[in-house]
């Protein structure tokens, strides 16, 4: 662990491949579902892109001050492929923390998605590249590149937390991290779930529902 100014940089947590695989194609709300109480995912952020977008990768993790991407910038040259880039921008929208310089950079490493618990502009490079992201909003305004902030530790995003090396499932409805150890169960509860609803909707269409 590094520790300098207000700037904490912890190892990265490597990718579950067998975790991600698990969970991958699976709708956010189903996941929720089976994992209890149907209070888990977040709340207020929403798809940067137009069209249809999901993704599912491992959770790097970054916390920086309000407005400010100085530890966003380190993260980029630590992003390896199939991870998604998990910000706290401790929810401010009036100015943003990445743009498509920076969404560009996390592509050429293999990175699959941005969700940030602040702003991002250039939403329509974001569209234009399929690169899906998740937002609290949009701004125009640049960001202040002074720190702190800190990298792979537990953040809160949208009234949930995400640790490094969750599995991260994001669709039209939102965002949900799963703990690694629990994606091959949640998986298999999610399926079941996803195979009895399909059955349901099948009976609705034929007639043969009863509530």
Same mark, same amino acid.
């Given at each position: 662990?590094?520790? =300098? $100014?207000?700037?904490?940089?912890?190892? @990265?947590?490597?990718?579950?491949?067998?975790?991600?695989?698990?969970?991958?194609?699976?709708?956010?709300?189903?996941?929720?579902?089976?994992?209890?109480?149907?209070?888990?995912?977040?709340?207020?952020? @929403?798809?940067?892109?137009?069209?249809?977008?999901?993704?599912?990768?491992?959770?790097?993790?970054?916390?920086? @001050?309000?407005?400010? $991407? =100085?530890?966003?910038?380190?993260? =980029?040259?630590?992003?390896?492929?199939?991870?998604?880039?998990?910000?706290?921008? !401790?929810?401010?929208?009036?100015? &943003?923390?990445?743009?498509?310089?920076?969404?560009?950079?996390? @592509?050429?490493?293999?990175?699959?998605?941005?969700?940030?618990?602040?702003?991002?502009?250039?939403?329509?490079?974001?569209?234009?590249?399929?690169?899906?992201?998740?937002?609290?909003?949009?701004?125009?305004?640049?960001?202040?590149?002074?720190?702190?902030?800190?990298?792979?530790?537990?953040?809160?995003?949208?009234?949930?937390?995400? $640790?490094?090396?969750?599995?991260?499932?994001?669709?039209?409805?939102?965002?949900? &991290?799963?703990?690694?150890?629990?994606?091959?169960?949640?998986?298999?509860?999610?399926?079941?779930?996803?195979?009895?609803?399909? !059955?349901?909707?099948?009976?609705?269409?034929?007639?043969?529902?009863?509530?």
């Amino acid at each position: 662990m590094s520790i =300098l $100014n207000g700037i904490h940089i912890q190892p @990265r947590v490597s990718a579950n491949t067998a975790a991600i695989a698990a969970l991958r194609g699976l709708p956010t709300s189903v996941i929720g579902d089976v994992m209890g109480g149907r209070l888990v995912g977040t709340t207020a952020l @929403r798809p940067v892109n137009r069209s249809l977008v999901s993704t599912c990768g491992n959770a790097f993790t970054v916390r920086v @001050r309000s407005g400010d $991407n =100085l530890l966003i910038h380190k993260a =980029l040259d630590m992003l390896e492929a199939g991870d998604v880039l998990v910000v706290d921008g !401790e929810g401010d929208t009036t100015r &943003a923390l990445v743009g498509e310089i920076m969404m560009t950079s996390a @592509r050429v490493r293999g990175a699959v998605a941005f969700v940030m618990d602040g702003a991002i502009r250039d939403a329509d490079a974001f569209e234009q590249h399929q690169f899906p992201c998740w937002a609290r909003g949009i701004s125009l305004r640049g960001p202040y590149k002074e720190g702190p902030g800190s990298i792979n530790v537990s953040v809160t995003i949208g009234g949930m937390v995400v $640790n490094p090396g969750d599995v991260i499932v994001g669709d039209g409805d939102g965002i949900i &991290a799963v703990p690694s150890a629990l994606a091959v169960q949640v998986g298999a509860l999610a399926h079941a779930k996803v195979t009895h609803e399909q !059955e349901t909707i099948k009976s609705i269409l034929d007639g043969t529902y009863s509530s």
